[in-house]
């Protein structure tokens, strides 16, 4: 028994003790990110069906050239971050039909259109010289501001490519720079105007003003979740900058669920966050999300993001292995522990099983003597009760026999002295006249008459248990009067144990056939069998 103790105290020492620490919203958002990851596909199928729609009225041959670009346009946005090879089509056929309609305004739209699918691809060489051949003066404030905003992302990506301390420093004054212009065309406190102060705010590191700018983006009326998405992700990077991990893992977190749920496949948020949970020691979340940030580089052909995906895949895939290895070898030291462990609970269960088996056999022996030593206090109870019964019967009709047996020796002492008197006088005819008096019937019917009424002390239930036994019409109904009747008198005598029909006849005076023929008569009337009616009789209780 100690040596089991022993072995689980080992096993609890060597197993990893989790410390208990209250859910933060981390925690919950990472639950819903994985919930997400696990609904991808329905969020994929969300995108692929929109996108049949609008391909189907973009292939009709019902809707004109202009419509037709429009609806390019529309398709375009879907796969814009989404499918960068079905972007670059649609890019193509948007230009064509700008040619078409022979208008230069769509055509410049349709270079900044393409300018923005080359650069989320990692094309910057084909992105600079394609916003370079754009005329702004031929494009609506909007576009005017999507164009210079594109060319401040475009130098931002180039000198976060670069890593070049002595290049940086220009790529990022442009960036800013053209930040600026694209500021000039927005119209204030809009979802652009603010997006654009934001990315001045990341890259000038200004946590105050990036999440003062987030704030009003959360508070916009029709914000988007990818626009949230985008926001989040910016506003995150501030935050870790800051050294603020915590807030920044938060809006990653944000991000990451909003990309998941609109099917926004050019996206860093997930990648980032797998070199969170890596740096957090939560390796598990970690390989799912570099494998998911994976999978959405491939999908859209992110060049640049797959190298540097690839780079801390690896690192995570590694120290995956090295886990795995050591959880191979912590599982065979516990399957070792736990082989001895159940050998241990075996043999214990075993020893145990013995005892309960003698503990059992015991324990039925002591059943059936205990049910042996009840039955036989049942009996010794019956047993007691009868022999209370007849003591208390035998103690009533003793004193009534010596009572009576006074009365009848008083009698015949007196009956005595006058006859000797009547003798010794010589009176005869007196003797003659004295013994007329004595009327045998008389004094049968006294002695009867006693004893009913002792019987029916000891037994005042008897009359209504004998008319039991008995139908309604067949039951005994004595007179205020009359005590027993000759029929009962004999039953009570054979309750009382005296069933010799013989003795009974001399008791009562009646020839030994009337006894017989008395006994057959009530028995023929009653509700039970003949041969067992004695026996109901007997089991007539006392008081």
């Known amino acids: 028994m100690k040596l089991f103790f022993l072995f689980c105290g080992l096993l609890l020492s060597t197993l990893p003790t989790m410390a208990l620490a209250a859910p933060t919203p981390a925690d919950s958002l990472l639950t819903e990110l994985n919930q997400a990851l696990a609904r991808k596909k329905e969020y994929d199928g969300q995108r692929l069906n929109r996108l049949a729609v609008l391909t189907a009225d973009f292939v009709s041959s019902e809707v004109n050239d202009n419509t037709r670009f429009d609806l390019a346009l529309r398709i375009y946005d879907e796969y814009k971050a989404f499918k960068y090879d079905s972007a670059f089509v649609y890019c193509q056929k948007i230009r064509r039909l700008a040619r078409q309609l022979g208008s230069p305004e769509k055509l410049e739209v349709a270079k900044l259109k393409l300018s923005f699918v080359l650069l989320s691809s990692g094309l910057f060489k084909e992105t600079f010289e394609t916003l370079d051949s754009i005329n702004p003066r031929r494009l609506a404030l909007p576009d005017r501001q999507s164009l210079y905003f594109l060319k401040a992302r475009a130098y931002s990506d180039l000198g976060d490519f670069n890593q070049d301390g002595a290049y940086r420093p220009a790529y990022y004054a442009k960036a800013l720079a053209y930040a600026d212009t694209a500021l000039q065309y927005c119209r204030p406190r809009s979802y652009e105007c603010l997006e654009v102060q934001e990315f001045r705010a990341q890259k000038t590191a200004n946590l105050a003003a990036g999440a003062a700018v987030y704030d009003q983006i959360r508070r916009l009326p029709r914000l988007s979740p990818h626009q949230l998405a985008v926001s989040a992700s910016t506003t995150a990077y501030l935050y870790e900058l800051a050294g603020q991990p915590e807030k920044a893992f938060e809006l990653l977190l944000v991000s990451a669920i909003a990309d998941v749920k609109t099917a926004t496949k050019e996206t860093t948020a997930i990648f980032k966050l797998s070199d969170y949970c890596y740096?957090?020691?939560d390796l598990k979340n970690a390989y799912t999300f570099i494998r998911e940030a994976r999978d959405n580089a491939t999908f859209y052909k992110a060049r640049q993001r797959q190298i540097e995906i690839s780079h801390i895949s690896s690192i995570i895939e590694g120290q995956?292995?090295?886990?795995?290895?050591?959880?191979?070898?912590?599982?065979?030291?516990?399957?070792?522990?736990m082989t001895v462990l159940a050998g241990v609970v075996i043999a214990f269960a075993v020893v145990t099983w013995s005892a309960l088996r003698k503990l059992r056999r015991a324990d039925r022996l002591l059943s059936a003597a205990n049910q042996e030593l009840l039955a036989r206090n049942d009996e010794l109870r019956q047993l007691n009760s009868g022999l209370n019964e007849a003591n208390k019967i035998k103690e009533e009709y003793i004193g009534y026999y010596f009572h009576n047996n006074s009365q009848y020796i008083d009698k015949l002492e007196t009956l005595k002295k006058r006859v000797e008197a009547l003798l010794s006088s010589k009176q005869y005819a007196g003797v003659q006249k004295l013994v007329d008096s004595v009327n045998i019937k008389t004094e049968r019917n006294e002695l009867l008459k006693g004893f009913d009424t002792v019987f029916l002390r000891l037994f005042p239930n008897f009359i209504a248990q004998f008319n039991a036994l008995f139908r309604e019409e067949d039951r005994l109904t004595l007179s205020d009067?009359?005590?027993?009747?000759?029929?009962?008198?004999?039953f009570a005598l054979i309750r009382l144990g005296i069933d010799d029909s013989e003795q009974i006849s001399r008791m009562l005076g009646y020839s030994i056939n009337t006894i017989y023929t008395y006994k057959t008569r009530v028995k023929n009337r009653s509700l039970v069998p003949n041969e067992e009616f004695e026996a109901r009789i007997q089991a007539i209780q006392a008081v």
């Open 279 to 281: 740096r957090r020691g």
């Open 481 to 490: 009067d009359q005590l027993l009747t000759t029929e009962v008198r004999i």
């Open 320 to 337: 995956k292995i090295n886990i795995i290895e050591n959880q191979r070898k912590s599982l065979k030291t516990y399957a070792i522990i």
